[in-house]
Protein backbone atom coordinates (compact mmCIF):
# COMPACT_ATOMS: atom_id res chain seq x y z
CA UNK A 1 0.00 0.00 0.00
CA UNK A 2 1.19 3.09 -0.72
CA UNK A 3 1.68 6.52 1.41
CA UNK A 4 -0.80 8.43 -0.65
CA UNK A 5 -3.21 5.15 -0.55
CA UNK A 6 -2.67 4.88 3.25
CA UNK A 7 -3.63 8.67 3.10
CA UNK A 8 -6.76 8.22 1.55
CA UNK A 9 -7.64 5.82 4.24
CA UNK A 10 -7.43 7.98 6.85
CA UNK A 11 -8.91 11.20 5.02
CA UNK A 12 -12.07 11.59 7.43
CA UNK A 13 -11.29 9.50 10.38
CA UNK A 14 -11.01 11.55 13.76
CA UNK A 15 -7.99 12.64 14.44
CA UNK A 16 -5.90 10.77 18.09
CA UNK A 17 -4.80 12.15 20.54
CA UNK A 18 -1.54 12.09 19.72
CA UNK A 19 -1.67 13.89 16.60
CA UNK A 20 -4.00 16.45 18.43
CA UNK A 21 -0.90 17.26 20.61
CA UNK A 22 1.65 18.04 18.94
CA UNK A 23 -1.01 19.63 16.70
CA UNK A 24 -1.18 21.94 19.90
CA UNK A 25 2.01 21.75 20.77
CA UNK A 26 3.13 23.44 17.20
CA UNK A 27 0.11 26.38 17.45
CA UNK A 28 1.87 27.13 20.98
CA UNK A 29 4.99 27.68 19.13
CA UNK A 30 3.67 29.51 16.30
CA UNK A 31 1.84 31.91 18.97
CA UNK A 32 4.64 31.95 21.02
CA UNK A 33 6.75 33.20 17.58
CA UNK A 34 3.92 35.44 16.57
CA UNK A 35 4.27 37.23 20.45
CA UNK A 36 7.67 37.66 20.13
CA UNK A 37 7.30 39.29 16.22
CA UNK A 38 5.08 41.48 17.61
CA UNK A 39 7.95 42.56 20.00
CA UNK A 40 10.81 43.02 18.27
CA UNK A 41 8.25 44.95 16.43
CA UNK A 42 7.61 46.98 18.66
CA UNK A 43 10.95 47.81 20.06
CA UNK A 44 12.49 48.40 16.33
CA UNK A 45 9.24 51.24 15.71
CA UNK A 46 10.54 52.64 19.33
CA UNK A 47 14.30 52.33 18.38
CA UNK A 48 13.27 54.77 15.19
CA UNK A 49 11.27 56.87 17.26
CA UNK A 50 13.23 57.64 20.38
CA UNK A 51 16.77 56.70 18.78
CA UNK A 52 19.18 53.97 20.41
CA UNK A 53 19.23 51.70 22.28
CA UNK A 54 17.22 48.76 21.26
CA UNK A 55 15.21 47.91 23.99
CA UNK A 56 12.61 45.31 24.06
CA UNK A 57 8.80 46.18 25.71
CA UNK A 58 8.66 46.16 30.08
CA UNK A 59 5.58 44.47 30.58
CA UNK A 60 4.14 43.20 33.88
CA UNK A 61 4.11 39.11 33.72
CA UNK A 62 -0.14 40.03 34.45
CA UNK A 63 -0.09 42.08 31.10
CA UNK A 64 2.26 39.59 29.22
CA UNK A 65 0.07 36.67 30.13
CA UNK A 66 -3.37 38.36 29.06
CA UNK A 67 -1.98 39.84 26.03
CA UNK A 68 -0.74 36.33 25.05
CA UNK A 69 -3.98 34.44 26.16
CA UNK A 70 -5.83 37.38 23.60
CA UNK A 71 -2.74 36.17 21.11
CA UNK A 72 -3.45 32.34 21.32
CA UNK A 73 -7.88 32.85 21.46
CA UNK A 74 -7.49 35.32 17.85
CA UNK A 75 -4.94 32.76 16.44
CA UNK A 76 -7.40 29.98 17.36
CA UNK A 77 -10.56 31.87 15.61
CA UNK A 78 -9.32 33.19 12.88
CA UNK A 79 -7.52 29.82 11.82
CA UNK A 80 -10.76 27.69 12.39
CA UNK A 81 -12.96 29.84 11.01
CA UNK A 82 -10.77 31.18 7.87
CA UNK A 83 -9.16 27.50 6.78
CA UNK A 84 -10.73 25.07 9.84
CA UNK A 85 -6.88 24.70 10.96
CA UNK A 86 -4.21 26.09 12.55
CA UNK A 87 -0.60 26.16 11.37
CA UNK A 88 -0.21 22.56 13.97
CA UNK A 89 -3.70 21.08 12.05
CA UNK A 90 -1.91 21.64 8.17
CA UNK A 91 1.05 20.28 9.15
CA UNK A 92 -0.47 16.87 10.88
CA UNK A 93 -3.08 16.88 8.74
CA UNK A 94 -6.10 17.84 10.75
CA UNK A 95 -8.93 19.95 10.26
CA UNK A 96 -11.55 21.66 13.21
CA UNK A 97 -14.94 21.28 11.55
CA UNK A 98 -18.76 21.36 13.17
CA UNK A 99 -19.85 17.38 13.25
CA UNK A 100 -21.49 17.55 9.57
CA UNK A 101 -18.55 18.65 8.21
CA UNK A 102 -19.53 22.78 7.95
CA UNK A 103 -16.89 25.21 8.96
CA UNK A 104 -16.99 26.68 12.79
CA UNK A 105 -19.27 30.11 12.81
CA UNK A 106 -17.34 32.69 14.89
CA UNK A 107 -19.19 32.71 18.22
CA UNK A 108 -18.48 28.63 18.48
CA UNK A 109 -14.41 28.79 17.14
CA UNK A 110 -14.54 31.44 20.19
CA UNK A 111 -15.83 29.53 22.43
CA UNK A 112 -14.00 26.40 21.00
CA UNK A 113 -10.90 28.74 21.51
CA UNK A 114 -11.43 29.46 25.21
CA UNK A 115 -12.24 26.51 26.33
CA UNK A 116 -9.31 24.72 24.63
CA UNK A 117 -6.80 27.27 26.67
CA UNK A 118 -8.50 27.42 29.62
CA UNK A 119 -9.33 23.43 30.26
CA UNK A 120 -6.35 22.02 28.10
CA UNK A 121 -6.59 18.50 29.91
CA UNK A 122 -10.23 18.56 27.86
CA UNK A 123 -8.42 16.96 25.29
CA UNK A 124 -7.88 13.62 27.25
CA UNK A 125 -11.13 12.88 26.89
CA UNK A 126 -10.11 11.94 23.05
CA UNK A 127 -9.06 8.19 23.95
CA UNK A 128 -12.62 7.74 25.99
CA UNK A 129 -14.94 9.23 23.71
CA UNK A 130 -16.21 6.78 20.67
CA UNK A 131 -16.00 9.54 18.27
CA UNK A 132 -12.26 10.80 19.85
CA UNK A 133 -14.08 14.06 20.64
CA UNK A 134 -12.31 15.96 23.04
CA UNK A 135 -14.73 17.68 25.88
CA UNK A 136 -14.23 21.05 23.85
CA UNK A 137 -15.46 19.45 21.30
CA UNK A 138 -18.81 17.74 23.13
CA UNK A 139 -19.38 21.32 24.59
CA UNK A 140 -18.99 23.08 20.79
CA UNK A 141 -20.21 20.12 18.73
CA UNK A 142 -16.74 20.51 16.33
CA UNK A 143 -15.03 17.68 15.25
CA UNK A 144 -11.40 17.24 14.56
CA UNK A 145 -10.61 15.14 11.09
CA UNK A 146 -7.51 14.09 9.33
CA UNK A 147 -7.62 15.94 6.16
CA UNK A 148 -5.74 16.23 3.06
CA UNK A 149 -4.94 19.73 2.51
Known sequence: MTQEVRERAREGEAGGLVSRCLAALIDALAV??????AQLVFAGLRLLVEGPPLRMPDLSLWTTGALGWLLAVLYLVVS?????????????????????GQP????RA??????????PVGLFWVPFSR???????????????????
Open 131 to 149: RRASLQDLVVASSVRHHRF
Open 104 to 107: LGIP
Open 110 to 119: LLRAVLCLAL
Open 80 to 100: WTWTGATLGCRLLGLRVTGRA
Open 32 to 37: AGIGLT
